[in-house]
């Protein structure tokens, strides 16, 4: 079988070299850049001592090594983002959770609106919540705020949506 060598000229050094002396490169029209590699590792290196040679870009430069390295180190360990708030990473895996499937909306408990909120009691349980509409869940919340400002104990949640549902919240 007789494989036929392609060459290509290079426009850098203008010199016709096999086609496994140029970088791939998908944008070329055959696929391969138009420089060889060895004038194109000539020029990064004069890019590279360009940049040596200018303070600021030095700066840049070894900022971009130390990222770089930091990544390097980094590979393989799986990061965790941590929340500032416990209600963000609750919300978070709530709204994954109904994105999955794992976990269905229902009515508002009180009203029976289908535009509902999740209301979290307790955010460390962050699928464990009562689905209410918004004004609903606003009025839980001002209750909430209400008696921590005057020192009371709030209503348990199932109290909460009975005394709205027989109007007597106030």
Not at 28 to 40: I, Q, R, T, Y
């Amino acid at each position: 079988m007789v494989h036929s060598l392609r060459m290509k000229t290079c426009f850098r050094c203008n010199k016709e070299k096999p086609l496994d002396e140029f970088y791939k490169h998908s944008m070329m029209a055959d696929g391969h850049l138009n420089k060889c590699k060895e004038c194109a590792k000539g020029d990064a290196k004069k890019t590279y001592e360009k940049i040596q040679s200018t303070p600021e870009l030095a700066i840049r430069e070894r900022k971009r090594q130390r990222v770089k390295e930091s990544k390097r180190r980094l590979e393989g360990k799986t990061k965790k983002y941590k929340y500032k708030k416990p209600r963000n990473s609750a919300n978070v895996e709530l709204g994954n959770a109904v994105r999955d499937g794992r976990v269905t909306r229902k009515p508002c408990e009180i009203c029976g609106k289908t535009k509902v909120q999740g209301h979290h009691e307790d955010y460390s349980k962050p699928l464990d919540v009562v689905w209410l509409c918004v004004r609903h869940h606003n009025d839980r919340h001002i209750h909430l705020r209400d008696c921590k400002t005057l020192g009371k104990e709030p209503l348990p949640i199932e109290e909460f949506i009975s005394t709205i549902q027989n109007n007597t919240y106030d």
